[in-house]
């Protein structure tokens, strides 16, 4: 009887470990990539809901390795035009644990709630994810768009 | 009793459940593992997906010369001719012994063979690879350089390489290719020894040279500038042309898209494909060496950890107050044009001990290898990156007869060169 808990006991502490193992395996990449393509959307609405947004790209196909642009309008949830953001940029490869490498920024404001955010350059193919960090009317809140790139 | 460790054993299977259940991921990957040894049984097939890397990688990928905003003689004719003149002309040099092509000799592939460059004296780091070298944004082991231009005239005021002087070089372009010059940039202005002295330099480091800089006036000085950027443009219009011809990888590459396999098998050898297959997978060199020319032209700290040289963290602050960069007043690029520039990170603390990812390109041909030559061989270069603790390596556990199937591969990337004669 005792060995048999003895040998149950071993086996546990065995399984213990493997499953730590398997916990601090997952850890590396906690933050999981979507898989949902509602997730990859162009349109996004910011985390606290304040605000929706739209990106679109120029070129439309996203190059890996080159400098483009974006144009981004910003709207409120009801579709007014949010005119007078302050809006700064921050792309990551959350698998890779780095960024761009460019500092992209809003260089235009058109005056009809779109931007023109320059200087993205996407060093390699794989998921990331930009995030746009908007102030307008006293209040901030941040929008994520995932990318998966070829 | 009995009991009581019976209750005992119901609940130590079921925690033996609870974590055979955690412990999935753990067996899966090996699962996973043991797929890829499969594949690696079975070279020649490759997925779509697979097909599609090779292709990106392949030199029938690579566009035509980019434009350069900066240097608007960059596909003259006449400046490719005078530039190719001063590659190899000796007499822009303290010594009359040193000229571009003493460190990169056309004979083996614009490159020496020593680990540190040696013109008058010698320098901290290894002489760059000059194929293909167009395509890329940044110049210099630390990217101190934003156009191939204003590259090219750094190692004239140099005292460890040309070590000659910026108004002497005004000076020779005056007496010795003033019809050449002209003939593209339009008339010279007058040089003479009053009012730009031999020994004037403000880039040289030495005291004497940056004082008779100083005194210019302002006028002589930026003419001085002018020629000397103008010889940039001309030695880059040149270096531009020099461009790498398909390898057996490129042409195995073109063999399989057009299904050819018989051809395909002919190129490359058994060992080569599978070290192919490592590199564009499990080995994940493709994060940074991509493209058709097999480099992502960024800046990356590979874990060497030389306290003598902080690489791009430096090259930030230099190419930003650089007077011969893209928005500087000798470049012909509107300031929109100068994206890179404009655009570049300044995080400094992210760029310690950072080096421009050097092409792959005839790597093999040009031993030895780092920035500062620190290591002798691939096979050297392979296993340094398998045992680097370095957070920007991502590869998995690699076995050495993997490490020599890479190795196989790296040797399919060397191909004959362009460039004008």
Known sequence: MLKRITSTCSIVSVLVFIGFAAFSDLSFGYTVKPTSDAEYAKTMKSKDGIFKVTYASDPEVIPVNKIISWKLKVETVDGQPVKDAEITVNGEMPEHGHGLPTQPKVTKNFGDGTYLVEGIKFSMPGWWTMTFTIKAGGKTDNVVFNLQLK | ?421
């Not at chain 2, 934003?146 to 190692?155: E, G, H, M, N, R």
């Not at chain 2, 960024?298 to 060497?304: K, Q, R």
Request: charged letters at 25%.
């Open chain 2, 1 to 421: 009793m009995r009991r009581a460790s019976g209750l005992l054993f119901v609940r130590a299977q079921k925690i033996i459940l609870i974590l055979l259940a955690i412990s999935m991921p753990v067996i899966f990957p090996a699962l996973r593992a043991s797929a890829d040894a499969n594949d690696v049984m079975q070279p020649q097939v490759w997925s779509e997906e697979q097909i599609r890397t090779l292709r990106s990688l392949s030199l029938s990928s690579l566009p035509p010369l980019p434009k350069d905003s900066s240097n608007a003689y960059a596909d003259d004719p006449k400046a490719i001719e005078l530039g190719r003149n001063i590659f190899f002309d000796k007499r822009f040099s303290a010594n009359g012994k040193v000229s571009c092509a003493t460190c990169h000799i056309p004979e083996t592939g614009f490159t020496d063979s020593l680990s540190l460059a040696r013109g008058l004296g010698m320098t901290t780091r290894r002489t760059m690879p000059l194929i293909g070298v167009a395509y890329q944004s940044w110049f210099f082991w630390d990217g101190r350089k934003d156009s191939l231009w204003s590259q090219a005239i750094d190692p004239l005021e140099s005292s460890v390489e040309h070590g000659f002087t910026r108004t002497l070089c005004a000076h020779l372009i005056s007496d010795k290719y003033k019809k050449e010059y002209e003939g593209i940039f339009g008339k010279l202005p007058k040089i003479d020894h009053k009012s730009c002295p031999p020994k004037a330099s403000p880039g040289t480091g030495n005291p004497s040279a940056i004082r008779l800089w100083k005194a210019m006036k302002s006028e002589d000085k930026d003419n001085v500038n002018r020629i000397y950027a103008n010889i940039g443009k001309s030695v880059a219009a040149y270096v531009r042309q020099i461009l790498p011809q398909p390898a057996p990888f490129d042409q195995y590459v073109d063999a399989l898209v057009r299904n050819d396999l018989e051809t395909a098998q002919e190129l490359l050898s058994p060992d080569a494909v599978e070290g192919l297959m490592i590199f564009i997978g499990k080995a994940k060199c493709t994060s940074c060496h991509m493209g058709p020319l097999l480099t992502n032209s960024s800046f990356h700290n590979i874990g060497l950890n030389n306290p003598k040289d902080t690489g791009r963290a430096e090259g930030i602050d230099k190419v930003l107050h650089d007077e011969f960069n893209c928005l500087g007043k000798y470049s012909d690029a509107k300031p929109e044009e100068c994206l890179e520039l404009r655009f570049i990170d300044t995080n400094r603390t992210k760029y310690v001990g950072a080096f421009k990812t050097p092409t792959l390109r005839n790597a093999a041909e040009r031993p030895p290898y780092l920035h500062a030559g620190q290591l002798k061989t691939l096979s050297e270069v392979l296993n340094f990156y398998r045992s680097s603790a370095s957070s920007e390596l991502e590869h998995q556990q690699l076995s050495d007869t993997e490490l020599l199937k890479i190795e196989a591969f790296l040797k399919t990337l060397s191909g004959p060169l362009v460039f004008p004669k």
